[in-house]
C-alpha cells in the first residue's frame, strides 16, 4: 500500500468529473479526497494498494460522460497526513 498523489488533466472541471469518480472509489472503497486546482486541474490523493493501481487509474482516466481526460500524472508521496474512511471530495 502507497499513497499517492494524482494529477488529472483534460477537461474535467464544470462537468460532474469530481462526483463521478469519487461515487466509483466509494463503492471500490478506497481512501482519500480530491479537489480541483486553480489552474483547471483535479488533485486526488488516495492509499492504493499494488493489486488495485489499475482499477484506480481506470476509474480516473473513464471519469464522467461529459469529461475528456488527456493526461494522468502521479507519484508516490510518503508525506500524506490525511486520514478518513472513505473517499471525500474537497
Not at 500500500?1 to 477537461?11: A, T, V
Not at 471500490?28 to 488495485?52: C, H, I, P, R, W
Amino acid at each position: 500500500m502507497e499513497w499517492y498523489r494524482f494529477i488529472i488533466y483534460g477537461k474535467v472541471q464544470g462537468v460532474f468529473y469530481r462526483k463521478f469518480v469519487s461515487q466509483a472509489m466509494m463503492k471500490k472503497q478506497f481512501k482519500g479526497y480530491m479537489q480541483n486546482l486553480s489552474d483547471g486541474t483535479v488533485e486526488v490523493v488516495a492509499e492504493v494498494f499494488d493489486d488495485d493501481f489499475d482499477i484506480f487509474m481506470g476509474i480516473l482516466k473513464e471519469g464522467s460522460p461529459l469529461s475528456t481526460v488527456e493526461d494522468v500524472h502521479y507519484k508516490i508521496i510518503n508525506d500524506a497526513e490525511f486520514r478518513t474512511d472513505g473517499f471525500e471530495i474537497r
